[in-house]
């Protein structure tokens, strides 16, 4: 059984802080990562994906991948109330399924 | 920019009813998914559709489901006979390839639809 577990969270943080995103999956042949973030009630958006080992830019945020560890982050920095989500994490198989798994996310706040 | 769109938003039914959600994917995109997610839990694959067939489902997707593209547009769900734990958002996406290995590329990504709000009573 393919997992990928977060924490529920909430994750409070005022803002302009980092806000720090953690994911672990079990699926060892796990290859392609991603965040998504969801608002309340919509539906989920891609922000990041990431493939190799280290870590992506993608203007304030940041996903980091280790897969010895197996485990993927997402940092927010300067974080704004309108990050306030929740973020998703989602791991897929290389060759097979190309179908993803889904964690079931981090709840965000971001406070003024 | 192109979106996914689909139709209705909210749907109120009584169990057993039949259901048929729609789905307009991005005109060019190939591959087609339907996902669900139940009130707090996670988000969960039901169904990829690539070249007129399913090309993977899940083991939610058993016989009461059904998906086809009856046209050139259109991506439909069907739940034969729905039951009280059908009750979720169903989120339709779409993506322009499967999958790719190649750092940055972005035409994997799936592009998710607003949902369908199904309360079955």
């Known amino acids: 059984q393919k997992e990928v577990e977060q924490n529920s969270g909430p994750l409070s943080v005022p803002e302009g802080a980092i806000a720090s995103l953690n994911c672990t999956y079990s699926?060892?042949?796990?290859?392609?990562f991603f965040w998504y973030r969801q608002y309340s009630g919509k539906s989920p958006e891609l922000i990041m994906s990431?493939?190799?080992?280290g870590d992506k830019e993608d203007g304030r945020f940041t996903a980091q991948l280790n897969k010895a560890s197996q485990y993927v982050s997402l940092l927010i920095r300067d974080s704004q109330p309108s990050d306030s989500a929740t973020y998703l994490c989602?791991?897929?198989?290389?060759?097979?399924?190309?179908?993803?798994?889904f964690g079931r996310g981090t709840s965000l706040i971001v406070h003024p | 920019e192109p979106e996914v769109t689909q139709t209705p938003s909210h749907q109120v039914t009584q169990m057993g009813q039949e259901v048929i959600l729609r789905c307009v994917p991005i005109?060019?995109?190939?591959?087609f998914y339907w996902y669900r997610q139940i009130l707090g839990q996670k988000v969960e694959f039901l169904v990829s559709?690539?070249?007129?067939?399913?090309?993977?489902k899940s083991e939610i997707f058993d016989d009461q489901f059904s998906v086809e593209r009856p046209d050139g547009s259109n991506f439909t769900l069907k739940i034969r006979s729905t039951k009280l734990e059908d009750s979720a958002m169903y989120f339709c996406?779409?993506?322009?390839?499967?999958?790719?290995?190649?750092?940055?590329?972005?035409?994997?990504?799936?592009?998710f639809g607003p949902g369908t709000r199904l309360l079955v009573l």
């Open positions: 996406a779409s993506s322009m390839v499967l999958g790719v290995r190649r750092e940055g590329r972005r035409q994997e990504t799936q592009y």
């Open positions: 699926d060892r042949g796990s290859q392609s």
């Open positions: 990431i493939y190799s080992n």
């Open positions: 989602a791991a897929r198989a290389s060759g097979g399924s190309y179908i993803p798994t």
């Open positions: 005109s060019n995109h190939l591959y």
């Open positions: 559709f690539y070249n007129n067939e399913i090309s993977e």
